[in-house]
């Protein structure tokens, strides 16, 4: 079975600096991959995919991702932080071709200090 | 554009109750799926329906279930509630095999 590993539960940066959040996953193929992020008492907003073609992919927020076969990982960066994106971010993988029988993994929470 | 709502926002329920919950897909939207998401944890799949039929199902028992109406409305149904069922539920819709998903804000399930 498919797995998602985010091996950052939980990461604190400052106002203004880069961040680069981690996933693993465990498949044979290349599957879909996403990056969703919540806020509290919220639902899950897409953030960008990755489906095929260019490995990496631009999303919304100023976020960037980029799909490494090699390494299994498709690491979610963005170039400076703001306070609002405190928040749950969350790695999930679609191995059925149908985008939305997802496996997620566990989450990485965001704090930003100012 | 209408998003994709659930109802209701929160619940609590007696174990060995039965529970139903809501979703209203986004406008356009024939696909449906429903996870569960335990307090720190990442939502794990229940199951899917596309166009009613049911499509596809993780690794839940059949006391949960679900239906999909003709109006690509969703419930999603629980019966002899157990304590671990207490999690946010989260419905998302899609307007086709294949295409990504939109999420609702989930309904919050606690079962004493």
């Known amino acids: 079975a498919q797995s998602v590993t985010q091996p950052d539960i939980h990461i604190t940066v400052s106002e203004g600096a880069s961040l680069e959040l981690r996933c693993n996953y465990s498949?044979?193929?290349?599957?879909?991959l996403f990056w969703y992020v919540q806020s509290p008492g919220q639902g899950l907003q897409l953030l960008l995919k990755?489906?095929?073609?260019?490995?990496l992919v631009q999303g919304i927020k100023g976020f960037e991702a980029e799909f490494k076969r090699s390494q299994s990982s498709f690491n979610l960066r963005k170039p400076s932080v703001h306070w609002s994106d405190a928040a749950e971010y969350f790695c999930?993988?679609?191995?059925?071709?149908?985008?939305?029988?997802?496996?997620f993994g566990t989450g990485t929470r965001l704090q930003v200090t100012l | 554009e209408t998003g994709v709502t659930q109802s209701p926002t929160h619940l609590i329920k007696t174990r060995g109750q039965q529970v139903t919950l809501r979703c209203s897909s986004q406008?356009?939207?024939?696909?449906v799926s429903w996870y569960q998401q335990a307090l720190g944890q990442g939502p794990q799949f229940i199951f899917q329906?596309?166009?009613?039929?049911?499509?596809g199902r993780g690794n839940f028992p059949p006391r949960f279930s679900g239906l999909q109406f003709p109006n690509y409305s969703s419930e999603l149904n629980v019966n002899a509630l157990e304590l671990d069922d207490s999690a946010l539920y989260l419905c998302?819709?899609?307007?086709?095999?294949?295409?990504?998903?939109?999420f609702g804000p989930g309904t919050r399930l606690t079962v004493t």
């Open positions: 998302a819709s899609s307007p086709s095999l294949g295409s990504e998903q939109y």
């Open positions: 498949y044979g193929a290349t599957p879909y």
């Open positions: 990755y489906f095929s073609g260019d490995t």
């Open positions: 999930a993988v679609d191995d059925t071709g149908t985008a939305s029988k997802l496996t």
């Open positions: 406008s356009g939207h024939n696909t």
């Open positions: 329906y596309y166009r009613e039929e049911e499509n």
